[in-house]
């Protein structure tokens, strides 16, 4: 008996001795099978890069061809010289530190029936000496066309255009086609393409300082989702929310423009515009690039919490205005808006931007959100509290619960003794050498609230301070790129005026005393 038969037998596998000679016969054709096709394939690399054994090999991969919003890979096509490959892009470097505002051209999506009145909007943040863009509406309107607003254009039929959804409206099909539009303009020096809507409000010196971080010659879709929970669930969290403004480089519009209509024809059952939009760079590979400061603002009511408490991010947009309360007391709604773009105007830089700072002997602390209000607590709370926003607000599905909103929030506090005094903005404006001179009026209505809840507290007595007076600076562009929370401190009190400054945190600190 043979080793390997004493072997076998000794493990009891007398199967193995009756088909030892079928298995043997298996192994050399396997064998020889894999020789023959490694022959095939070496020959094919070192004679022919289009041998047809090498093309039978590829065509067991059962990945397509091609998608549909590629060309065909044909001979003609492929062409001798490939596109160089860029190995490092770069990617959130400043590159772009020529950008002007006229590389910009927006994309307002409109409706002819509301835009009469939503011209109003428009009207608070649009430069036309400076930018460039245009109103899409469904259908022409009768209205007088002013120096202070953009051009007003139609948008193209849509009919062709199956839509599908039972709670939309077809219109996000039109709306997602602006951007297919506006390219088709042809506009010279364009370098981005920002998408909004009518009831919108953008910071055009924010935006531009935010789109410097980026190279417009890469392909980029920046935005923000929503802050409702509901909302990113039903559409998507990878996604940005249109309405808060969509920023779209003049490479990745090009590129939308060659495949949107066929990509629009994939999806007839999204809900509007920006999913549509979505799903289409999405078919592109092209991520999401987040930046805070755009905001969807998918709330309903009192957005007190939100602008008091705005991420250490530069403003850059606000959306669904007329869902929103009046945002400043006694003021009305449109009134509010202009006196707060009045600040994001004149100091965009540092606009909503909070700073923290102590007073531990009356045990109080302070919070200075620019443009907007300061807020006196009559006790000492830490920052990890005073970064969550109040929820003074509801979410788009009318809940208010936590829960409903995909970022930190805290409880109003139940004790009224506890709330802030607050002094809302009264004007701002700026003095040589840059200084940023705000005042802030005190909202006697809290005052009042606490008088009929008995806090009796001398902390911060009603008759000592009246106003609030604020000096700064604007920020630097050093903090666009690496952003910090700034400290507050009080210098003096004068005339029923208590003075502050803010400025940089000293190295190693978190807030000023």
Known sequence: ??????????????????????????????LLAALVL??????????????????????????????????????????????????????????????????????????????????????LWWRPQDMRGFVWLEEPVKHEQTDSLPQVLVSEDISKFRYTNPNGHPSGIRIARIVHETFKLGLPDVRWFVMGDDDTVFSADNLLRVLKKYDYNELYYIGNPSESHSSNTYFSHLMAFGGGGIAISYPLAKAISKMLDGCLDRYPSLFGSDDRLHACIT??????????GFHQFDVHGNTFGLLATHPIAPFVSMHHLEELDPIFPALSKLDGLRLLTNAMRTEPSSFLQRSLCYDRNKRLTFTVSSGYVVQVYPSIFLPRDLERPEITFKAWNKKDGGREFDMDTRKALK?????????????????????????????NSVDETKRRSFCFSNAFPHEDVQQILVESKPMTDHWFLVPRRQCCKVTGLKDQVLVMSVNPCQVGRDRSG
């Open 1 to 30: 008996m043979r080793l390997g038969d004493r072997w076998l037998g000794s493990r009891g596998n007398k199967g193995w001795r009756k088909g030892s000679s079928s298995s043997r016969v298996s192994v050399v054709l396997i």
């Open 38 to 123: 490694g022959t095939c394939a070496w020959i094919s690399l070192v004679f022919s890069s289009r041998s047809n054994c090498w093309h039978a090999i590829q065509e067991w991969q059962v990945s397509p061809v091609s998608f549909p919003w590629e060309p065909p890979d044909t001979q003609e096509n492929r062409g001798l010289n490939p596109p160089p490959v860029r190995i490092w892009p770069r990617r959130n470097i400043n590159v772009s530190n020529d950008l002007s505002l006229r590389h910009i051209v927006f994309g307002i999506a409109g409706s002819a029936q509301l835009w009469p009145n939503r011209k109003e909007f428009v009207r």
């Open 283 to 292: 078919e592109l590979g092209v991520p999401l690039t987040r930046e805070p």
């Open 415 to 443: 004790s009224r003794c506890s709330r802030p005094f607050r002094f809302f903005l009264k004007d701002m404006h700026v003095k040589t050498g840059d200084v940023v001179m705000s005042t802030y009026k005190r909202d």
